[in-house]
């Protein structure tokens, strides 16, 4: 990846696109349940995104891999999909900017109270 693409963000947008064709093949159901943990995951985001790339790739290759097999959505992430989009992040170790800022600002603090 060269300085313009980072920069711009064009990497992450070839990215993206290319998830959104792969999904495209996918039925309706996991369609459905791909926009929703892409709308979930995108909350546990740092400032760029790029934390994530490698996630939603593991996550589409399980929906494709499922798909193949013929399970239902249901029995490949369970019935609560936002639950497993947190226990995804939490088991991955992200840490949205929300987390580093509060990171920051407990760090701040403690240095005050001389801790």
Known sequence: ????????????????????????????DYQAAWEEINANLWMNSDFTGRNLMPILD????????????????????????KGFCSTLAGEE?????????????NNNIAKKLGK
């Open 1 to 28: 990846m060269n300085f313009w693409e980072k920069i711009t963000g064009n990497d992450m947008t070839k990215e993206m696109k290319s998830f959104e064709s792969r999904v495209r093949k996918l039925p309706t």
């Open 58 to 81: 593991g996550v589409l290759g399980l929906l494709e891999e499922t798909a193949v097999e013929g399970q239902s959505v249901q029995e490949a992430l369970g019935d609560d999909i």
């Open 93 to 105: 170790g992200i840490k949205s900017f929300r987390d580093k800022w509060r990171e920051q600002l």
